[in-house]
């Protein structure tokens, strides 16, 4: 078992070339710090039998690149604390560029079912609804905040806050947490959605899209992007427009910003709060 204290992806290349590791844990943006990396292609990592991955929605078009890198040596599970694994990609259905949006099928022994999350009914395949959960490994309740469980645990079921749909083969397809969706003319806008179009860019090396708030105290999405080190010239024009050719106009961040590094938590997510704190929110 090799520890290192924080993730840094020159020294993870090195490690496995040196150690010859079998297995690993990245977080989805340690995953793109990884593909990102000069040291990726000098590097000898076909020691490598299993990399597990997750934490956030992966882009399909970087997880299709890192197949084609290392071979059909991914997992991704989508799980939770409160019920464990719930998901499964596994590296068969990484050999299927069409399974790589999904966050695969259910584990053995968990039930998932998609609701509304306002009336509480199921919803038509491909149709965006609350992930809930039922499994053996599901919890009992949250320690000493009896509130909390009530609103989590519903009939038996563990209700995640993520909103998810099932394509027609039994894959689940996550979208976004359902406190970050933003209400734009109508229209419900995930900024998870646009941040993995911001992906596709050539230019975008990393990016987190999350829900702002303006001075009417009007929510909209905020796009914070790290450009290429190839791609010095990239402009927030581009990629609005870039945004609204492959969503529409009504997807277009109200804010894009450019960050020379993204900042993340000590789990490889976006931290939210200190982008915020950019706009002095």
């Known amino acids: 078992m090799l520890l290192h204290e924080q993730f840094d992806a020159g020294r993870v290349l090195e490690t496995v070339?040196?150690?010859?590791?079998?297995?690993?844990?990245?977080?989805?943006?340690?995953?793109?710090?990884i593909l990102d990396h000069p040291l990726l292609d000098t590097v000898d990592t076909s020691s490598l039998r299993l990399v597990m991955y997750g934490?956030?929605?992966?882009?399909?078009?970087?997880?299709?690149?890192?197949?084609?890198?290392?071979?059909?040596?991914?997992?991704?599970?989508?799980?939770?604390?409160?019920a464990r694994r719930i998901s499964a990609l596994t590296p068969a259905d990484h050999r299927d560029p069409s399974r790589l949006g999904s966050a695969g099928r259910p584990v053995p022994n968990v039930?998932?079912?998609?609701?509304?999350?306002?009336?509480?009914?199921?919803?038509?395949?491909?149709?965006?609804?609350?992930?809930?959960?039922?499994?053996?490994?599901?919890?009992?309740?949250?320690?000493?905040?009896?509130?909390?469980?009530?609103?989590?645990?519903?009939?038996?079921?563990?209700?995640?806050?993520?909103?998810?749909?099932?394509?027609e083969d039994g894959y689940l397809h996550l979208v976004d947490r359902l406190y970050h969706v933003v209400k734009t003319n109508g229209v419900k806008i995930y900024p998870a959605e646009i941040e993995r179009v911001l992906l596709s860019h050539p230019g975008v090396a990393r990016a987190a899209v999350i829900k702002i708030r303006d001075a009417d105290l009007r929510d909209s999405a905020g796009a914070y992007v790290e450009p290429r080190a190839t791609h010095g010239d990239l402009t927030a024009e581009e990629l609005a427009a870039f945004v609204a050719e492959k969503m529409s106009p009504l997807h277009v961040p109200a804010v894009i910003e450019m960050v020379e590094h993204l900042a993340t938590t000590q789990f490889g997510k976006a931290d939210a709060q200190a982008l915020r704190q950019l706009r002095g929110e």
């Open 55 to 82: 934490g956030t929605p992966i882009s399909a078009a970087r997880i299709k690149k890192a197949v084609e890198r290392f071979g059909p040596v991914f997992v991704q599970y989508y799980g939770t604390t409160e």
């Open 111 to 167: 039930q998932v079912a998609i609701r509304d999350p306002e009336t509480g009914a199921d919803v038509a395949v491909n149709v965006p609804g609350e992930v809930c959960v039922r499994s053996p490994g599901m919890m009992t309740e949250y320690f000493l905040d009896p509130v909390r469980t009530e609103k989590a645990l519903r009939d038996g079921w563990f209700h995640t806050g993520d909103i998810g749909y099932f394509d």
């Open 17 to 33: 070339e040196r150690e010859r590791v079998g297995g690993t844990f990245w977080a989805t943006q340690h995953l793109y710090q």
